[in-house]
């Protein structure tokens, strides 16, 4: 099946840059979209950034959504790094696959990257 994995998370200091990686791997498929989700402890998931499938790169603000072809990853890189930024990020992948001929909708979550964001 796709599998979706976030990389890169962890303890940073505020004022910084922090590069974390969606990694899609399988079989037979396509990526329609990519989105990258925050979300803060005991709040809801919000839509940070994303990019379709077909894109190149993608700049929203302090955050930039690229794709990394040598390794098949999607890359959210965050600039002047606060605490707002503090939270576990999701990449959301929507796409089809194909199954002995049948192209099946896919919306797949990673298991999430930790950041923590030190002032």
């Known amino acids: 099946q796709v599998q979706v994995v976030e990389s890169g998370g962890g303890l940073v200091q505020a004022g910084g840059s922090l590069r974390l990686s969606c990694t899609v791997s399988?079989?037979?498929?396509?990526?329609?979209?990519v989105d990258w989700y925050r979300q803060p402890p005991g709040k809801q998931r919000e839509l940070v950034a994303g990019?379709?499938?077909s894109g190149v790169k993608s700049v929203t603000g302090r955050f930039t959504v690229s794709r990394e072809n040598a390794k098949s990853a999607v890359i959210l890189e965050i600039d002047s790094l606060n605490s707002e930024d503090t939270g576990t990020y999701y990449c959301?992948?929507?796409?089809?696959?194909?199954?002995?001929?049948?192209?099946?909708?896919?919306?797949?979550w990673g298991q999430g990257t930790q950041v923590t964001v030190s002032s």
């Open positions: 959301n992948v929507r796409g089809l696959r194909n199954i002995r001929g049948t192209l099946l909708q896919f919306n797949l």
């Open positions: 399988g079989s037979s498929f396509s990526i329609d979209h």
């Open positions: 990019m379709p499938g």
